[in-house]
């Protein structure tokens, strides 16, 4: 996984594979991250192409792990691979899951901290 800030966002850049190994590069480098609270990360999985679920217990890792630390995490543009793996979870009625950046501040659960950070 590949991380940077542009834009004020934390831009997440997982590799194609999320299995095990693609799982655990994943977990290894949220610590990488500084944290600044009611910072938001973007997690891009456009070029996700497999999922199973050592890479979906990753992804849940990442989520709880910004969450902990007062920051929003966000998946953007997800693949179809990744978004069938979201539904049959179930996931998806858990994670907020977008198509474009534009679409974090009409999601009517942003808070007011978040929007003048």
């Known amino acids: ?8 966002y934390v831009w997440l850049q997982p590799q194609t594979r999320l ?8 977990k290894e480098q949220l610590v990488n ?5 009611h910072k938001i990360w973007v997690m891009n999985l456009a070029t996700v192409d ?3 679920s050592s890479g979906l217990g990753a992804v849940v890792t990442a989520v709880k792990f910004a969450r902990s630390k ?4 966000v998946m953007c543009r997800p693949s179809a691979t990744a978004r069938l793996v979201f539904e049959i979870t179930q996931l998806d ?5 977008i198509e474009n950046i534009e679409e974090i501040f009409s999601n009517s659960s942003i ?7």
């Open 1 to 8: 996984m590949e991380w940077q800030e542009l834009n004020g």
């Open 19 to 26: 299995d095990s190994q693609g799982g655990l590069f994943l």
């Open 33 to 37: 991250i500084p944290i600044e609270p």
């Open 50 to 52: 497999f999922m199973d």
């Open 70 to 73: 007062g920051c929003r995490l």
């Open 93 to 97: 009625r858990v994670f907020e899951i």
């Open 111 to 117: 808070s007011e901290e978040l929007l003048s950070a």
